[in-house]
């Protein structure tokens, strides 16, 4: 058995998430691609919320998806997720929060490669 680093772990399951969609629709790309800037901008719990407004739940199911990996098994979907980021204790918070932007970062970069590879295949 091997033991993983939380970014591997972390990596491992964002790129489950961006392989299960196979061909991603513009929007979601466009929303990955700012949502950790979102994130560090606003902090997690507006971030969540915005996304929620926005209807994104797709990416945010992502997003859990990929935080349970880094060991956030209470957090079972986006109403969890808002929920945990504005009632948890400062610690508790931050690193929620800093696993959030780690977790949308590498939805960005898997997106952006998928984004790239689709590009390839049609040229």
Same mark, same amino acid.
């Given at each position: 058995m091997s033991v993983h680093t939380r =970014? @591997?772990?972390l990596a491992q399951a964002a790129f489950a @998430? $961006? !392989?299960e969609h196979g061909k991603m629709d513009e929007e979601y790309v466009t929303f990955a691609k700012k949502f950790p800037a979102l994130i560090h901008t606003? +902090? #997690?719990a507006q971030a969540v919320v915005f996304a929620r407004a926005k209807k994104k739940t797709?990416? $945010?199911a992502d997003l859990t998806?990929? #935080?349970? !990996? !880094?060991g956030h =098994? *209470? $957090?079972? +979907? =986006?109403e969890p997720l808002e929920h945990h980021a504005r009632t948890q204790q400062l610690s508790r918070y931050l690193r929620l929060s800093r696993d959030a932007i780690n977790a949308a970062s590498w939805l960005k970069r898997y997106v952006e490669a998928a984004k790239v590879d689709? !590009? *390839?295949e049609e040229a």
């Open positions: =970014s @591997q772990r @998430q $961006i !392989a606003c +902090g #997690l797709g990416y $945010i998806n990929v #935080l349970k !990996a !880094a =098994s *209470e $957090i079972t +979907g =986006s689709a !590009a *390839e």
